[in-house]
């Protein structure tokens, strides 16, 4: 995806930092809601730190590997788009269909 239009590269990152977040928080919200109580805390931070940690392997990637961006770009786009289309495709939250009552779905999604 290359352009030589500022507003069309904004809109481009605008698009990608909503869906990054929505993924991003349904990853966490899976992840703690699969994980047994007492290991809540230790995989949520290391999630959480993980997430952090991204932004400074990519600095310490350009400030001592490499200048190109372009590939980096590129894989990160790739992901993001795998990553967007995918989330639709899960089933709900298994917590959210017990409290609802939709034990039938639950099964469905557990399995």
Known sequence: ?????LNHMIAIL???GLV???RTNIGYIYLIEMMPKKHETTFGTIWNCA???IFLQATLWFYYVSKDWYG???IGYCMMIFSSVAVWFLP????YLLNKGRYGELKE???
């Open 1 to 5: 995806m290359t352009t030589r239009s």
């Open 72 to 74: 980096f770009v590129q």
């Open 14 to 16: 605008f698009i990608f």
């Open 92 to 95: 709900e939250s298994p917590i």
């Open 109 to 111: 999604a557990l399995q």
């Open 20 to 22: 990054n977040s929505i």
């Open 51 to 53: 997430e952090g940690l």
